[in-house]
């Protein structure tokens, strides 16, 4: 583990030697008064000398490097830390190689974000992510790059070691896809038929057979390639996304929207046939999402689904293509057959237990699958999940948005209902400090007039409920004393005194 991290960093102080080494050439070139293309060539020959690899081969890593350099800082960091292996870097750069600079940075930052769940893919994975980010992000160059590669397709034959050779056809995505799937189809029926002979010995005897007429060849049209394509690519080319072809990876919309409309055009004469199904994606995350099942083995429509959401084998740092669907719990402790239990992989990391390793599913606070942890026997860990179909986010940035609109119109609400009760109550309380001032005013000289005869007897005034005041100075009690013979209380007024008979006098 420290010695793949130490190999990172390496390689990416190497990223920056060869990019600083090709600067100091080219300019000590370009003052011997040679021109910039021949500067290149002698910066591309020193750095095939240092590397002890082929100028061609030289130059696209150099190509590379730049690219890392100038654009692409994010990822050369993730490389210096020992996040992502030097393949994977330049597997990533190569795909940006037809990007404009401002591009190059749109998609590092992306990949960026994506590093917790992309770590521990494989190089092809990360070029495919590269491939979706910068399609999504400029789907009119997409078609424009398609049509320049489809002009560059051809087949190369290099030999190989022992009476061996290596055939190369650079074909579209969706006849590459075609091609592979109806090999491994025959190649599966050959073995389920006795046939003892590897699955990939029977490919390639196929392939050849039917290059040079020897055998009976395979019938594309009983193929059934699995194609995911988003409705906005499909209705909104402006806004489209990079469509994703079963067991091959990313390719533009614009080629697949094409052999669509060749289908429906031709109407039964077309090699191909059309069978649309609704697929669903996570909002949060990009991933497929489906129902479960309650057999043991996996129904064909859920493993079908299961290759489409994983698309290469899902253990660490594996890009083979998906033979086996796996329980990741195994059935035999209980674990259910479902889209949650499930995972595409090749044979051989099928076989895990036998391995030492150990597989579970990291869910979030929702109880949602979100990624897969793998555990060797000594304790390394390492985590893969599914494709992310919508790799820059289109439809959570959208669910954001509108969450966002949501709360700001509840605040405005919220802050118009307190406004609201401000005035409310400012208008209650000039009321009510109106009313009390009326009260106040009318009241006021009968409450005097009962204080008054309070302080002189307490006891007696004690029903009027009246607070006193300070007591009265010993001139207004001897004044009051004297006009008490004056006065009898009843029914709360004043009455003179010889007033009606049987009155109470004091």
Known sequence: MGLQKMSSAVAAVQVRALVHLEAVVKEDSLHRGETPKQALKVARTEASAALK??????????????????????????????????????????????????????????LTEHLGHLEDCGPQEWGDEADKVLHTLDPDGAAARHQQAKRERSVTVRRGRHGMSTITAHVSGLDGARIRKGLSVAAEKARAGGDRRGHQQIMVDLFADALIG????????????????????????????????????????????????????????????????????????????????????????????????????????????????????????????????????????????????????ITDENGVRRTVEWTSRYGQTARRRGTNVDPVGTALRLRQREESARRAAERDEAAQIDTAQIDTAQIDTAQFDAERSRDHAADEPGKSFHRAFARIDPERFAHLDVHPAAPLSRRAQNWLRRRRADYVVGRHQAVPSGGPPGADRT
């Open 53 to 110: 690899r082929s100028k061609a081969a030289t130059g696209q890593t150099m190509s590379s490097c730049r690219r890392l350099v100038r654009s692409m800082p994010g990822m050369l960091a993730a490389l210096a830390e020992g996040k992502i292996v030097a393949a994977s870097c330049h597997q990533v750069s190569t795909v940006m190689g037809p990007a404009t600079p401002e591009q190059r940075r749109q998609v590092d930052e992306i």
């Open 214 to 361: 020897r055998g009976d060849g395979v019938d594309p049209t009983t193929l059934d390639i699995g194609v995911i394509i988003t409705d906005r690519s499909l209705f909104a080319p402006a806004h489209a996304d990079a469509a994703i072809i079963e067991g091959y990876g990313s390719v533009t919309y614009e080629h697949i929207r094409a052999e669509m409309q060749r289908a429906m055009v031709e109407d039964g004469d077309s090699d191909l046939a059309l069978t649309l199904r609704r697929l669903y994606a996570d909002a949060d995350d990009g991933q497929l999402v489906a129902v479960e099942s309650r057999a043991r083995e996996f129904p064909k429509a859920l493993a079908r689904f299961i290759r489409f959401a994983h698309q290469t084998c899902r253990a660490p740092h594996c890009d083979a293509n998906i033979r086996q669907t796996d329980h990741i719990v195994p059935w035999s402790q209980g674990g259910e057959t479902s889209l949650a239990n499930g995972n595409g992989l090749c044979a051989a990391d099928n076989q895990k237990e036998e391995s030492g390793q150990t597989v579970r599913v």
